[in-house]
């Protein structure tokens, strides 16, 4: 649960409240999607959510309604352990998309780095803003998980377009108006190719090309970025990714009177396999 005028920035809460109603404390509810991909016997992760690393008191500051570690429990259910990861893929390391690489609060008690069989996949400008944030974004971060991925020699930086261990299905495009060096990743698809758009495009509502939120960094070029990334789904038929969004999970875009919008929106990833 995020404060509402925080993530649609400028726009009027007399407007954003039609499309998602506040609480009392004027918080939308948003969702830490993470992303698994099955592919020849190698189990990938894009992102981890927020997991379940904050004490009590900053889990009620952020509106952090469950205790347990979802997204391990996610696993379970796909007959999967954390041990079974390969690769986890990180666009950034902000809390909200790295702070499922954590163990669950226990009091006294330091959190432990989580999935010790995987590489941990990020881009270089993103690990440096980490280790070496602004003021403005200092919070977003969590220092004692940069020192466990550095401790762990299990890092791969990705300084470029590809990375030979996933292959040529799997390819990097770069954004700097959320977070210096936010990584998008492109998954070449048998019906049509899947772009992780993580931040750049939060959730359903942040397609409209002018709603940026409060915490992006630089609200025009990321505007004119969204846009490159729709353009490119819009001439490749690729399906995006939405890892803030609590009820769609992906969909392709269509061009309607000069404007993106939606298009074949599913909630439920499986039902594309049916």
């Known amino acids: 649960m995020l404060d509402g005028g925080a993530m649609f920035g400028h726009v009027p809460k007399s407007m954003w409240k039609k499309w998602m109603e ?3 404390q004027n918080r ?36 952090v309604n469950e205790k347990k570690h979802v997204l391990l429990e996610s696993l379970k259910k796909a007959g999967l ?53 602004h003021i403005r974004d200092k919070a977003s971060f969590i220092p004692e998980l940069n020192t ?59 397609v409209h090309l002018p709603i940026v939120m409060g915490y992006d960094r630089m609200a025009e070029l990321l505007i004119d970025e969204k846009k490159e990334m729709l353009e490119f789904a819009l001439k490749n038929n690729a399906r995006l990714f939405y890892t803030h969004d609590p009820l769609i999970s992906a969909s392709r875009i269509e061009l309607q009177d000069g404007k993106f919008k939606l298009t074949e929106a599913v909630s439920d990833l499986n039902k594309l396999n049916e």
């Not at 902000?94 to 330091?110: I, R």
């Not at 941990?120 to 803003?129: H, P, S, V």
Request: one cysteine or more; charged letters at 25%; aromatic letters at 10%.
């Open 22 to 24: 506040p609480d009392d």
């Open 28 to 63: 939308i509810s948003l969702a830490c999607r993470a992303l698994l991909i099955q592919d020849n016997n190698k189990n990938i992760l894009l992102e981890t959510g927020i997991g379940a690393f904050f004490n009590p008191t900053m889990r009620d500051r952020y509106g």
């Open 81 to 133: 352990s954390h041990t079974d990861i390969d690769f986890v893929i990180l666009s950034h390391l902000h809390f909200d998309h790295a702070g499922g690489l954590l163990s669950e609060f226990e009091e006294n008690k330091k959190p432990e780095l989580l999935f010790p069989n995987a590489k941990y996949i990020f881009g270089k400008k993103a690990f440096d803003r980490a280790c070496h944030p």
């Open 148 to 206: 466990l991925l550095q401790e762990s020699n299990r890092l791969l930086i990705v300084d470029g377009e590809k990375l030979e261990v996933l292959g040529d299905d799997y390819r990097f495009i770069f954004t700097d108006g959320h977070t210096p060096g936010l990584m998008h990743t492109v998954i070449k698809m048998p019906k049509g190719d899947f772009i992780f758009v993580s931040d750049l495009i939060p959730a359903s509502h942040w």
